[in-house]
C-alpha cells in the first residue's frame, strides 16, 4: 500500500469500531490538493482504479467525519476509520468494480484486525445527515453486505416488525433524528438509492436533503421495518 501522508490528525480518546465510507467530487490528486487545502484527512483514500493510499495510521484520530452522530454517540472521528473513494460524479454513477474490490478487501481487513461490527460501517451521509451525501446513491451497499460489510434487508422481514412510528425507528437504527426529514432522506440514499434523483455535485455539497420527500410511503416504511429488524438481530 502507497502512503501519502497528511498532517491532519491527533490522538484517539476511543477504541476502533467503525468504519466510514466517504466519497470526494475529484480525481486522486485533485483530493489530495482539497484535503491539504481544508485540513482534512482520511485514513486512506482509493482512487478509480483500486489503488490504495493510507494518509493517516489507524490508531490516529483523522479528521474526516466532522459534526456527526450514530447510536447516541457524537464526535466519531474517535472510535472511527475513514476512507475515501474518488468518484467524479460524486457516488451518483456506479462506482468501478475495482474500486469496490479494493475496498472490500480493505474493510474485511479492518473489520478482523478491530472486530468492528458489519452494522458499524457506515456512510458520511449516515453519520452526518444534514450536511453530507457521500458516497451518495450509487454505493453498492447491497453488493457489500455480501461480503459482511453493512447491513441489508429483506422485506419480507417486514411483517415481524409491529413498531410503525417512523422517528422509532430511524432513530432504533442509529440516526440522528433531530431534523427528521434530513435522517429520512440519508436512509433513502443509503437503503433506496432508485428514489434519490440526480443532482449538481454543488447541491449534494450544500444541501444534501430536500424539504419535501417523495417517494412512496408504504415502500418506505417496509424497507425501515426490514432494516430495523436486521439491526435488532
Ligand atoms: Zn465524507
Redesign the pocket.
Known sequence: MKQIPLPYFDERNAKIDMIVV?AVAHSFKDAVDGFKSHEVSPHYIIDEKGKIYQCVADDKRAW?AGVSFWRGQENLNHNSIGIELCSESFGQKKYPFSQISALIRLCQHLKRKYHIKKERILA?SDIAPTR?A?PGKAFPWAYFAKHGLGVWYDVKNTQKVNLKDEKTLLGDIGYDISNFNAAKWAFIRHFMGKYVPDDTIKNLEEKPYPDKINIPQDEFLKVLKAVWFEIQK
Open positions: 466517504h474526516h458520511h453530507k457521500d
